[in-house]
């Protein structure tokens, strides 16, 4: 027998499995989406790996190495994950590797150690840096970034001496959690009986017995026991040789827990227009075939309340639900609704659990315990089987972009696995993303609307204040005098206040305080991006360069300048104008220590705080009674963000942050400052207008030939030297040019936009294209060279449908 495995050496990267032969003692053993420790390349090196197949025949001639051992007893990797590894890969110009890690628990991945075994001793005795690196040992552990290198040298030259050996190891990090339990052996008669028998001082027995006459029948924590009963450990372990109860160690979950205690709640009655929406769904969810939904609801129409019924629906027909919300910020609210609503039947997956939570709760799933899964992007990959229905709450979110190795789109993927399984895929927004619009005009995806709140509460009014005005009046740069104003009104009405300090994806733009003007590229409509050290102006998109302007190029003015301020700026700000008011500063900062989101909005829900003070991350899913005013500090921003989706950023963030103000019976008020009012994004925004900016923003697109008209690559080539990442640069261009469509336009290369990044020089190519089948052709090829260009020290990406070009 064969197995096809796909290893783990981030030097030979290739998506071709290597085939090993399978050792007549796992031959009945090995199947696919196993992990395995394989010998790799000419050494003793051993690496972790994956099977992905298995052959009763091979056709090289080649003499095979073997499988060393097999890391898992069932696979962790079903047919459907494999199969979806397969097409991400191929879909996204990943590497398979690192897909198959991306889709299991951090602590599923290899850990290798890697050791020098000393074989003869005499060979080491005259070197004094060596003797005390082994230091009287035979074998110690070696890690090649913390040795010297001379003695790495020193090493090198032994082995090949044949005087030391080097060894690798490979270990799983992955840890179970054990506690002791015991469980009952005997009747509840039969423990009375022992009761009666018992001498009279035995009192902690009696206490036992009197304990196991009425507890389940099940493994009980052997600590929990202890505490009910108060007994010690001796008459515990008298009870077992006694044969009254059996004892050992069973596995304990590490459930992720919230600060506070969780309520449950029953399905509220619907709305008619929430039940015009779920009786559009109800079929589908009903059925095996895939369809996909686009819910385009405003902030608070009760889109929330649909995904939990549409959860239970699925549930009720024995089929499971998988729930991904934007980023961590949003969990403990959404994860606390969910949860409320199914109780233990919840799995959670993010990136602030620790390894060990994220694990247990991974197998959770894994072994069908949990059938609802709520969690952050990479939860796209939850092992859930029989899967009834996803939901992407905020489909529109740019945090559903993997940026790193694998890249991926958690839409797609879960398009792709809607489809696997013929499951409903819903995608909700109160600004859903352009592209995800223009398929439900196309009628691709079935467009569902709620354009009002619940019990028709209006949506806030929003004031939108022209700061070149408050400038010209010689007020602060931060705060108007109606931002001012409007909190303290809420100050003194015992209201709530959420201030957001826009800093998404923070770019050096410079604009003009008098006129509001940003200098943005004449090829692209993009904001020019300040370079300090080359002293110009740059376009991240096509490489156009100006110098930076010493004055206002519109209207003279001498106040152009760079924009920023940070958080605990502001905030020192605002205990200047309102030493009275507790604020609570929410920021990457403030938010480090595992569970402190929670508290802090736990805390401000509990109305410990005036003024709640933060970035992006308070922004969206916030859902509090006593919010009355949302103030942007900044709109501008995300409009000056060298990007073409800056304006249908700043409606989203503007729409959604508007959103939290006046969710109760108490009305609410939004008040925008931004230097450019008459932008459109602002004005759509300040009508919570979607469908208008929606269609203004499409005919832009349109225009410049900009998504979802067009689609978008970008290749990125990076280099300790500036010339040589230039050189590959063009020569890619070069390379690939003959291989686009006539509609095919290609830009740059350019100089990156941070220049050198890591201390390596990064160059761009972008392509805009509408067929990608010769495209994709030949950027597959380019990725296999991949590899000669690792050895000449090139970097190179490939990224789909980017979303950040900063
Ligand atoms: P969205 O997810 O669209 O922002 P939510 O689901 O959070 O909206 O709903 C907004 C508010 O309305 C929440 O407080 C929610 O509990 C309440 N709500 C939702 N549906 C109903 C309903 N059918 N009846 C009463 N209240 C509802
Ligand atoms: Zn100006
Ligand atoms: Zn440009």
Not at 40 to 68: C, H, M, N, W, Y
Not at 114 to 126: F, G, H, P, R, Y
Not at 465 to 493: C, P, T, W, Y
């Amino acid at each position: 027998m064969y197995a096809q495995v796909i290893v783990d050496v981030p030097t030979m990267q290739t998506n071709q499995p290597y085939t090993y032969e399978i050792p007549a003692a796992l031959a009945e053993l090995v199947q696919p989406g196993m992990r395995v420790v394989v010998p790799f390349g000419r050494g003793t090196r051993r690496v972790q790996g994956f099977v992905v197949g298995t052959t009763e025949t091979t056709t090289t001639d080649a003499p095979l190495k073997s499988i060393d051992e097999l890391i898992d007893v069932t696979p962790v990797l079903n047919h459907e994950m494999l199969a979806l590894a397969d097409w991400l890969a191929k879909s996204n110009f990943a590497f398979k590797i690192s897909v198959l890690q991306a889709m299991l628990p951090n602590v599923m991945r290899a850990k290798y150690v890697k050791t020098v075994q000393l074989i003869d001793e005499s060979a080491v005795a005259d070197d004094a840096q060596l003797t005390a690196f082994f230091a009287d040992r035979y074998e110690v552990p070696l890690d090649d970034d913390h040795v010297a290198p001379e003695l790495l040298k020193s090493i090198q030259r032994l082995q090949r001496q044949g005087h030391v050996a080097i060894n690798y190891y490979v270990g799983d990090k992955a840890k179970i959690k054990k506690v002791t339990a015991l469980k009952p052996l005997m009747s509840s008669q039969a423990y009375d009986d022992a009761r009666q028998k018992l001498n009279k001082v035995a009192k902690q027995q009696a206490r036992l017995l009197t304990f196991l006459m009425t507890a389940p029948n099940e493994w009980i924590a052997q600590k929990q026991v202890l505490d009910a009963t108060g007994i010690d450990y001796a008459t515990l372990k008298k009870a077992e040789s006694n044969g009254w109860i059996a004892r050992q160690e069973i596995e304990q979950y590490r459930i992720p827990q919230l600060t506070s205690k969780i309520e449950s709640t029953t399905p509220l009655p619907l709305t008619a227009d929430q039940q015009a929406v779920f009786d559009q769904l109800k079929p589908s969810l009903q059925s095996k075939d895939h369809q996909t939904f686009l819910l385009e609801g405003v902030t608070g129409s009760g889109k929330t309340e649909i995904y939990l019924q549409d959860m239970a629906e699925v549930l009720a027909q024995g089929k499971t639900a998988l729930m991904l919300v934007p980023e961590i910020t949003l969990t403990p609210q959404m994860v606390r609704r969910v949860k409320s609503r199914f109780g233990e039947s919840v799995a959670v997956l993010h990136s602030a659990l620790s390894d060990g939570e994220r694990y247990d709760e991974w197998r959770r799933i894994e072994r069908g315990e949990a059938k609802v899964v709520v969690g952050a992007r990479s939860a796209i990959f939850a092992p859930l089987d029989n899967l009834g229905l996803i939901i992407l709450d905020e489909e529109h979110d740019a945090s559903y972009k993997q940026e790193d190795n694998p890249r991926y789109h958690a839409r797609d993927v879960a398009a792709w696995r809607a489809e696997y399984h013929g499951a409903t895929l819903l995608l909700g927004s109160a600004t859903p993303a352009l592209e995800s619009r223009a398929r439900a005009q196309k009628g691709l995806y079935t467009l569902l609307r709620l354009p009002n709140r619940i019990n028709q509460q209006p949506l806030p009014p929003v004031e939108v204040v022209d700061m070149r005005q408050a400038m010209k009046q010689g007020e602060d740069e931060l705060f108007s005098h109606q931002l001012l104003e409007a909190i303290q009104q809420r100050l003194n009405r015992g209201e709530q206040s959420v201030l957001l300090l826009n800093r998404r994806g923070y770019a050096n733009y410079v604009n003009c305080r008098d006129c509001g003007y940003t200098p943005t590229c004449i090829n692209c409509d993009l904001a020019l991006t300040m370079h300090k050290a080359s002293h110009n102006m740059v376009c991240h998109y096509c490489g156009y360069q100006e110098p930076i302007p010493e004055q206002c190029p519109n209207c003279g003015s001498k106040r152009i300048r760079p924009f920023g301020a940070g958080t605990q700026k502001v905030e020192t700000l605002l205990q200047q104008y309102f030493p009275q008011a507790k604020t609570l500063r929410m920021d990457l900062d403030t938010t480090r220590k595992k569970g402190a989101t929670d508290q802090m909005l736990e805390a401000f829900g509990r109305h410990e705080a005036d003024i709640l003070l933060g970035t992006q991350m308070i922004a969206k899913g916030l859902d509090f009674p006593d919010v009355t005013l949302v103030g942007v500090l900044n709109a501008d921003t995300t409009l000056a963000l060298p990007d073409f989706r800056s304006a249908e950023r700043t409606f989203q963030l503007l729409t959604q942050v508007s959103g939290r103000a006046g969710r109760d019976e108490k009305h609410g008020e939004v008040v925008v400052q931004t230097f450019n009012p008459e932008h459109y994004a602002i004005q759509f925004a300040k009508q919570h207008d979607y469908e208008g900016f929606y269609r203004y923003e499409m005919n832009l697109r349109k225009d410049w030939q900009y998504s979802p008209y067009f689609y978008t690559i970008q290749l990125k080539i990076t280099h300790e030297q500036q010339n040589e990442a230039a050189r590959v640069a063009y020569q890619i261009a070069d390379w690939l040019k003959p291989h686009l469509d006539e509609q095919a336009v290609m830009l740059g290369p350019s100089m990156g936009s941070v220049a050198r990044l890591n201390n390596k020089y990064v160059y761009r190519i972008i392509i805009k294209y509408k067929k990608s089948e010769h495209l994709f052709k030949a950027l597959d090829e380019l990725m296999q060279t991949g590899q000669q260009l690792q050895k000449q020290k090139v970097g190179l990406v490939i990224d789909r449908d980017p979303v950040n070009f900063v």
